[in-house]
């Protein structure tokens, strides 16, 4: 989306305009839910945090000053849901975390890019990190968020942001060494 649509759109959500929602959800609804999905591991969950983070986009469409992109707010918002999400079931269930499951992929909307071998232990071992890791991987690396969007999303400064990411993925190629000499011959 251009920034010239992405006007246009905004335009078109603060008049009210019909059909102005319904392509704000046409136009970011997969980035938003693939998010959702590699930060929740439930599809389920996804789609529900996806349904609010537009309800709330849609409520909230006339607070939204502009200063980032209609994609970086709607991170945002989702990226808030999850976390108040997180803590409710945290609160509720303890620090158990849910582990991914080969029926969980197989119903997983991306199960056919994760179906090889390689790309099923990447995930594996994403999902073994905590999920302030695995946020700012899948904001920077799956979803291809720059590291000012991605501060804007987490509403941290840039520097940390890329730092976090950095000390992620070093996290993420240790264990995925682990893996590969766990299973060396």
Request: charged content about 30%.
């Amino acid at each position: 989306m251009t920034h010239l649509d992405s006007q246009r759109l905004l335009k078109s959500l603060r008049a009210g305009q019909p059909g102005a929602c319904a392509e704000l959800v046409r136009d970011h609804y997969q980035a938003v839910y693939r998010f959702l999905v590699h930060l929740t591991r439930n599809v389920h969950e996804a789609e529900d945090l996806t349904q609010e983070t537009f309800t709330t986009a849609w409520e909230g469409i006339a607070a939204f000053e502009g200063r980032a992109t209609l994609s970086t707010w709607l991170h945002r918002i989702a990226y808030t849901k999850f976390i108040d999400a997180y803590r409710t079931e945290r609160r509720a269930r303890g620090a158990r975390e849910r582990r991914l499951t080969p029926e969980a992929l197989s119903s997983d909307p991306l199960a056919g890019v994760i179906a090889d071998d390689e790309a099923r232990r990447l995930y594996e071992a994403l999902y073994e990190l905590g999920y302030s890791d695995r946020t700012v991987l899948a904001l920077h690396y799956l979803q291809g968020l720059s590291y000012s969007e991605m501060a804007s999303v987490l509403d941290e400064p840039a520097g940390t942001v890329k730092w976090r990411t950095s000390v992620a993925l070093d996290r993420l190629r240790a264990l995925l060494k682990d893996e590969v000499l766990d299973h060396a011959p």
